[in-house]
């Protein structure tokens, strides 16, 4: 096969937390890449208001000249406090998203000889989410059994050899600084992630780059944030990730603030798992 290659973004936070430059550089790399396709998953704003969504919503557009990209919200990009707990419908939640980026919460891609399935974690102050951590409260998220079902089916439908990408905002794997997981009741949602048929997950949303699998056969990719609140002050990052037929590989780009460029840095490779 052709290797497939997805840039992977997260945590970009336009708005207060963005830094500009890096976004700048990230964009110039972009045709050297020269990605099959392009997914940002998650956090696109501070604090989900007109002005950042608006900025975002450019950014998409211009990078998604460049390859067919795929977006979905993270928990900054969702007004919580417009219906907490559901009080007032779940619309709410995602009014000014959706005005951006569209109805579709959970949105699908196909490319050739892969296929890209959006979920929803990101609930805002929702009964699935909470903790015993009241600091958790609007942070983390949880993947109801609805949404991973329906990535299943589309998995199900896919063409035979298709790579099966599952994209979520929540880390499923723990942060090498925070230790900490994005999601509730994350032991149940990473067995509903091996059992979906995805053999790559793309994720965000803990400020640091990372690379695992879930029980040595699901192959993780965590994007870093292009903002200067990374985890133990570490550089920003976004991941390069590479598809063949024997492997996914996934690239760490990291930020050299001297050059005020990304250069190519840790290389993780997972042997792709086999389909029956």
């Not at 890209?116 to 903790?131: D, E, K, Q, R, Y």
């Not at 965590?222 to 985890?231: E, F, N, S």
Request: proline share 6%; charged share 20%.
């Amino acid at each position: 096969m052709t290797p497939i290659v997805l840039v992977h973004l997260s945590d970009m936070h336009f708005g207060r937390d963005v830094d500009l430059a890096q976004v700048e550089a990230c964009e110039g790399m972009l045709p050297e890449l020269n990605p099959s396709a392009i997914v940002i998953s998650g956090d696109h704003t501070q604090r989900a208001r007109h002005g950042e969504l608006q900025m975002s919503r450019h950014f998409r557009d211009r990078v998604g000249r460049l390859a067919p990209t795929l977006v979905i919200p993270g928990n900054h990009d969702v007004q919580w406090w417009a219906s907490p707990f559901g009080l007032f419908g779940t619309p709410r939640l995602y009014r000014k998203y959706r005005r951006y980026f569209g109805r579709d919460l959970s949105p699908r891609l196909e490319i050739p000889g892969a296929v890209i399935a959006g979920v929803l974690t990101s609930h805002g102050v929702a009964p699935g989410s909470m903790t015993w951590n009241l600091n958790d409260m609007a942070v983390k998220g949880h993947l109801p059994r609805s949404e991973i079902a329906a990535a299943s089916r589309y998995f199900d439908g896919a063409p035979p050899g298709a790579a099966r990408i599952l994209v979520l905002h929540h880390n499923v794997l723990p942060g090498a600084v925070s230790r900490r997981m994005g999601l509730a009741h994350w032991r149940r949602a990473q067995q509903q992630i091996r059992a979906s048929g995805a053999e790559l997950v793309l994720c965000g949303h803990d400020h640091q780059e990372g690379s695992g699998q879930i029980d040595g056969m699901v192959a993780v990719s965590t994007a870093g944030t292009l903002t200067p609140r990374t985890r133990g002050g570490g550089a920003s990052a976004f991941n390069v990730v590479t598809i063949d037929d024997q492997a996914i590989s996934v690239l760490h780009m990291r930020w050299e603030i001297e050059f005020q460029r990304f250069r190519p840095s840790d290389l993780a490779r997972y042997g792709r798992m086999k389909r029956a």
